[in-house]
């Protein structure tokens, strides 16, 4: 079993839709939890991190369930500038060492 | 201002050579770190390096060595590549073990 689990996609929405990522991960040691963001052929970069209580950033928001090992991300009307492949990232916090999920890719079309 | 910067960006070279890639980070983080994203776009960690001390080695072949000089630069050497080294690697950096890791632009590299 993979430590980090999502469905790989295309998800491919229109503009405008609301659309969730869903994420698992097997060590219930894991410390803290971010999404990150990959553009085709580029860095990750971080979208947010995900903290038990939920956390909102603009169109975004992000929900831990440390019980169920489950975590997901939650865009809001969708954009063409959010296509991208995102990533869910849990850190173990030994020596920095993140985990990551293959990835979900998403598609926005007009 | 490039925050975490690699070279070369592409690397395209022959089986059983020797390559580097380079990284240098401006950010003043203590912590560095090279991951590799394969074929099928998983990102895995290979090491990383608090204060130039290496504290993670990802059962790494041996073939791979990381070398910190100072603590804005980890270089990786790799000896005799194979063709299952060919992957885009990618160099990061975070203020200390626990905190955001920021990623260079990667180094894509093919072996032939």
């Known amino acids: 079993r993979k430590e980090v689990e999502q469905d790989p996609g295309p998800f491919n929405v229109p503009e405008g839709a609301t659309v969730a990522f869903n994420c698992t991960y097997s060590?219930?040691?894991?410390?803290?939890f971010f999404w990150y963001r990959q553009d085709c052929r580029k860095e990750p970069k971080l979208l947010m991190s995900?903290?038990?209580s939920g956390n909102e950033d603009g169109r975004f928001t992000a929900q831990l369930n440390r019980a169920s090992q489950y975590i997901s991300l939650l865009i809001r009307d969708s954009k063409l500038s959010d296509s991208a492949t995102y990533l869910c990232v849990v850190n173990y916090n030994q020596g920095g060492k993140l985990i990551f999920g293959q990835g979900t890719e998403l598609s926005v079309k007009p | 201002d490039t925050a975490v910067s690699q070279t070369p960006k592409y690397l395209v070279t022959q089986m059983g050579n020797d390559k580097s890639i380079k990284c240098e980070q401006n950010?003043?983080?203590?912590?560095m770190y090279w991951y590799k994203q394969d074929s099928k776009k998983f990102l895995k960690i290979m090491f990383s390096y608090n204060n130039k001390e290496l504290i993670i080695n990802e059962t790494v072949p041996n073939r791979f060595s990381p070398k910190s000089p100072d603590k804005a630069h980890l270089n990786l050497h790799i000896n005799s590549l194979e063709l299952g080294d060919s992957a885009v690697y990618f160099c990061?950096?975070?203020?200390?073990?626990?905190?955001?890791?920021?990623f260079g632009p990667g180094t894509r590299l093919t072996v032939l």
């Open positions: 995900v903290y038990s």
């Open positions: 950010l003043g983080h203590d912590t």
């Open positions: 990061a950096s975070s203020a200390t073990i626990t905190d955001t890791q920021y």
């Open positions: 060590n219930s040691a894991s410390q803290s």
